[in-house]
Antibody, heavy 121, light 110 residues
Framework: QVQLVQSGAEVKKPGASVKVSCKTS????????ISWVRQAPGQGLEWMGW????????NYAQNLQGRLTMTTDTSTSTAYLELRSLRSDDTAVYYC??????????????WGQGTLVTVSS | QSVLTQPPSASGTPGQRVTISCSGS????????VNWYQQLPGTAPKLLIY???ERPSGVPDRFSGSKSGTSASLAISGLQSDDEADYYC???????????FGGGTKLTVL
């Protein structure tokens, strides 16, 4: 079945960077895009951005542009999210989710299990 | 403050029908499909309704979605205790060029 398995929890200091991985299986990786969504403790969901796994085209949320990079490794069917210049309000659970390959919005299904990133001095 | 507005909480007794609203604007719900996600405590969100009213395989027909103008609704009939979860609506926003989520509605089964 389709699965997205994310890397483990991270603890980072303010100003550092974090890279989260999302390894997919059960489908052809380059037939679907990947979106990343985060959820701060006790808060709602925030879409961070999307990557087209076929041509590496990206679309980042406006408030994260400049700090965010999404990449893929098609040889391992894995997507990556890197967030730089971390701040305390970046503390959140980060989710990857399978998305459409096109720019026409569809839906996220399924989701990874989530990766907790804690930013603390 | 979310672009899509949901009530923070909703409740009902077993067997009842509850509805959760999601209000947006012409740049999001008015022009694009609405999806609903269910997040059980301590777990990742799960797709519940897509394309305004479609149910993925495995989702009971007790769950239904609708959309009218710039608003959407999720209805849950025959409420069960394991429906206790947070529910989020989502729609693409053409002006902001990104996905917007509602703030989430915490459903309590009394």
């Amino acid at each position: 079945q389709v699965q997205l398995v994310q890397s483990g929890a991270e603890v980072k200091k303010p100003g550092a960077s974090v890279k989260v991985s999302c390894k997919t299986s059960g489908y052809t990786f380059t037939n679907f895009g990947i979106s990343w969504v985060r959820q701060a403790p006790g808060q709602g969901l925030e879409w961070m951005g999307w990557i087209n796994t076929y041509n590496d085209k990206t679309n980042y949320a406006q408030n994260l542009q400049g700090r965010l990079t999404m990449t893929t490794d098609t040889s391992t069917s894995t997507a990556y999210l890197e967030l730089r210049s971390l701040r305390s309000d970046d503390t959140a659970v980060y989710y990857c989710a399978r998305d459409t390959l096109t720019t026409r919005p569809k839906w996220f299904d399924p989701w990874g299990q989530g990766t907790l990133v804690t930013v603390s001095s | 403050q979310s672009v899509l507005t949901q009530p923070p909480s909703a409740s009902g007794t077993p067997g009842q029908r509850v509805t959760i609203s999601c209000s947006g604007s012409n740049s999001n719900i008015g022009r694009n499909i609405v999806n609903w996600y269910q997040q059980l405590p301590g777990t990742a969100p799960k797709l519940l309704i897509y394309g305004n009213f479609e149910r993925p395989s495995g989702v009971p027909d007790r769950f239904s979605g609708s959309k009218s103008g710039t608003s959407a609704s999720l209805a849950i009939s025959g409420l069960q205790s394991d429906d206790e979860a947070d529910y989020y609506c989502a729609a693409w926003d053409d002006s902001l060029n990104g996905w917007m989520f509602g703030g989430g509605t915490k459903l309590t089964v009394l």
